[in-house]
């Protein structure tokens, strides 16, 4: 069953990055949005409801009257030890099976944001690829994935995005922003690694998509804006939106990959010097989908958002 316009959804996650901008979007067209959240406030204009998903949750009562549900809280990395391995596989697969069970005996709906990582962390995928999750949190999330299938019943669709950015980006990405920042040379400009990415209004939109959609899915779906720039165009990119000069010099990649694997980060080497391209060709085709804010426009976004906060205007 659709969720039409009207209908309330709830979001799980709703005071992160992606929340908010789900919330949002969910407001204008119509929803009423039922905002689980944890330590930071819910989006103004929904109705807040706080609780920590890694404990029990009353998931039959937060799903009273609702048409569907959103489900976008997780922990984003996996932790050391075993204890908080264990919190890992809590929070992102045992909750998900809580919810999804919740979710079929409600007849809402279920939207899962999963990730393109359950593919792997390098390469070329579309739909048909088979899962091949490369750490713990990629694990978690075909894990989750397995849990909502198990469900009888259950009207659901999985979204698995790649690198996310928009206004509010946190992690890699404002790590980017604040490199390109400094106008510092950099020894990137024949790094041709491309990486496909998503702006988070358009990861929004997507969702709004699957919720309106007449037909249940019962299936995972990449999702992408399109664009897939190489590291050195995201980069020339991202000082043209920071008003800053991007002083990109050619440096050999393999002595690049050494020099980071004898500083310790090798996980540099798998985010920056190879491909993550993803192929969303089946949900365009099969929900009538095209991004709505092209890569360029929501990248100028991006660096407005962050040059406001250097200067003491968006929060």
């Not at 979204?159 to 980017?176: H, M, S």
């Not at 939106?241 to 540099?268: K, N, S």
Request: one cysteine or more; aromatic letters at 6%; charged letters at 20%.
């Amino acid at each position: 069953m659709s969720a039409q316009a009207g209908g309330t959804v709830l979001v799980t996650g709703a005071s992160g990055f992606v929340g908010r901008a789900v919330c949002r979007c969910l407001l204008d067209a119509g929803h009423a949005v039922r905002a689980l959240h944890g330590r930071r406030p819910a989006p103004a204009g929904t109705q807040a409801v706080r609780a920590d998903i890694a404990a029990a949750v009353d998931w039959p009562r937060l799903l009273d009257g609702a048409t569907a549900a959103v489900h976008l809280a997780g922990m984003a990395h996996a932790p050391l030890g075993r204890v908080a391995r264990d919190a890992l596989w809590r929070v992102n697969v045992e909750a998900t099976a809580d919810l999804a069970r919740a979710a079929a005996a409600a007849g809402a709906r279920l939207v899962f944001v999963s990730s393109a990582k359950v593919l792997g962390a390098t390469g070329h995928f579309d739909d048909a690829a088979p899962p091949a999750p490369p750490d713990l949190y990629a694990e978690s999330k075909w894990a989750a994935e397995r849990a909502l299938a198990a469900v009888p019943g259950l009207d659901y669709v999985i979204l698995r995005p790649p690198l996310v950015y928009g206004p509010g980006v946190g992690a890699n990405f404002r790590k980017l922003l604040k490199l390109m920042d400094t106008g510092l040379p950099l020894p990137f400009a024949a790094v041709a690694a491309r990486r496909s990415l998503i702006g988070v209004g358009n990861l929004a939109d997507a969702i709004r998509v699957c919720l309106a959609a007449e037909v249940p899915d019962r299936r995972a779906y990449l999702v992408a804006d399109g664009a897939a720039p190489s590291l050195a165009e995201l980069l020339r990119a991202i000082a043209a939106g920071l008003g800053r000069p991007a002083w990109l010099f050619p440096f050999p990649v393999p002595a690049l990959a050494a020099l980071a694997r004898l500083a310790g980060r090798g996980e540099i080497v798998e985010r920056l010097f190879a491909d993550l391209v993803v192929d969303d060709r089946d949900f365009r085709i099969v929900h009538g989908w095209q991004p709505p804010v092209p890569f360029a426009r929501g990248l100028a976004e991006t660096c407005a958002w962050y040059r406001g906060r250097q200067t003491g205007g968006a929060a």
